[in-house]
């Protein structure tokens, strides 16, 4: 199982949000760059890149820091995320190095955008299924859609997407812990990988997860926990990968 650390982008800054709440921010670095190098440093085997203002823009804002850490470390497999909407900012950023794109909103919006992109870029789409109480949330988690999250998960993988990031987002930057049970219950429901993100606190929290990877988690994403110290990145990358 990877352990993956999260950098949250803001203004250009690595930031990270409580609920997803723009006003409710921590800066932890202005040079997220830097960031980037201290995950790689560390061992991370992919990171995972926000664009926050892009997610509520609807279109890419940070592009350019998200370029450059991309190219300060080439042999780091990035995933990116936020405000891609078209296929024209997806083609920039695979041009740019980028391992994975994710979509979000877009994907619950428009599916048949999913199907269209997972065509044309075989092995690099992501979908983040970001869910309270089972119910998919969108626009930057301000509004709850009527969607079962396992039955969207079950069609994108039928459109051949590579992996689903699933997020609890009533307990995303809460430092209150995974929601082991609701992701283990939709990595058993769909055949892709799962990988886990909201509300990583400690070891135990990876502990786990590690316990139910067998059920098709293949990574989790980590972010304030190894910002604030409550979660040591190297001990727990090493514990995730014995999974």
Known sequence: MLLIPAIDLKEGKCVRLRQGRMEDDTVFSDDTIAVAGRWAAAGAKRIHLVDLD?????????A???KAIVTAY??????IGGGIRDEETIQGYLDAGVEYVI?????????HFVRDMAREY?????????????????????????????DL??????????????????RDGMMQGVNVEATARLARAIKIPVIASGGITNIDDIKG???????????????????EGTLDFIEARILAESY
Do not use: C
């Open 74 to 79: 080439p042999d780091m497999p990035v995933q």
């Open 103 to 111: 979509i979000g909103t877009k994907a619950v919006n428009e599916p």
């Open 153 to 170: 998960a079950q069609h994108f993988e039928a459109d051949g997407v590579e992996a689903i990031i699933y997020t609890d987002i009533s």
């Open 54 to 62: 892009g997610a509520f823009a609807g279109k890419p804002v940070n």
């Open 64 to 66: 350019d820091i998200i």
């Open 122 to 150: 075989p092995r690099r789409i992501i979908v983040g299924l970001d869910a309270k109480d089972g119910k998919v949330a969108i626009d930057g988690w301000s509004k709850l859609s009527k969607h079962d999250v396992i």
């Open 209 to 227: 997860l590690g316990l139910v990877a067998h059920e098709g988690i293949m990574g989790a994403i980590t972010g304030r926990a190894i910002y």
